[in-house]
């Protein structure tokens, strides 16, 4: 993924250009923005990076239980309303009006199955300490 975006920047050819990541995408976000600094061909111009609740480069600190648990919403195919529920609710700090709550909850229902597999046995595993910031 971090290659897939360092080559959309290369291919807009920005000459300013910010990087914002939340989650996963801070833990890709924070891989690109160290490429630029370390002067990777196409990435210069990087003019800031954002990152919200961002992943840290290294393996996601993550209960193998609840990694496993993560793992298992998605058997059947699609999440169920009530793990998307208990998802939103173990990932926000405050309480959410109604309507903020039911559309984190749709927005977790439509997660695709291999992205959040993915990520679950995959990429919150990957160890980019040596290749990111220092």
């Known amino acids: 993924m971090a290659d897939w975006l360092a080559d959309e920047v290369r291919l807009r050819g920005?000459?300013?250009?910010?990087?914002?990541?939340?989650?996963?995408?801070?833990?890709i976000a924070t891989i690109v923005a160290a490429r630029a600094r370390?002067?990777?061909?196409?990435?210069?111009?990087?003019?800031?990076i954002v990152l919200v609740t961002a992943s840290p480069p290294s393996p996601e600190p993550m209960k193998e239980s609840?990694?496993?648990?993560?793992?298992?919403?998605?058997?059947?195919?699609d999440i169920a309303q009530e793990n998307a529920e208990a998802f939103v609710a173990a990932n926000i700090a405050h309480p959410l009006s109604d309507p903020l709550h039911?559309?984190?909850?749709?927005?977790?229902r439509r997660t695709?199955?291999?992205?959040?597999?993915?990520?679950?046995?995959r990429g919150s595993l990957e160890d980019w300490r040596d290749r990111g910031p220092k």
């Open 102 to 108: 039911d559309q984190a909850v749709a927005d977790v």
């Open 112 to 121: 695709d199955r291999q992205a959040w597999l993915g990520w679950l046995e």
């Open 66 to 77: 609840r990694r496993a648990k993560m793992i298992g919403w998605f058997a059947d195919g």
């Open 14 to 27: 920005f000459a300013s250009w910010m990087l914002v990541g939340h989650s996963m995408g801070g833990k």
């Open 38 to 48: 370390d002067g990777e061909r196409g990435l210069s111009g990087l003019a800031g």
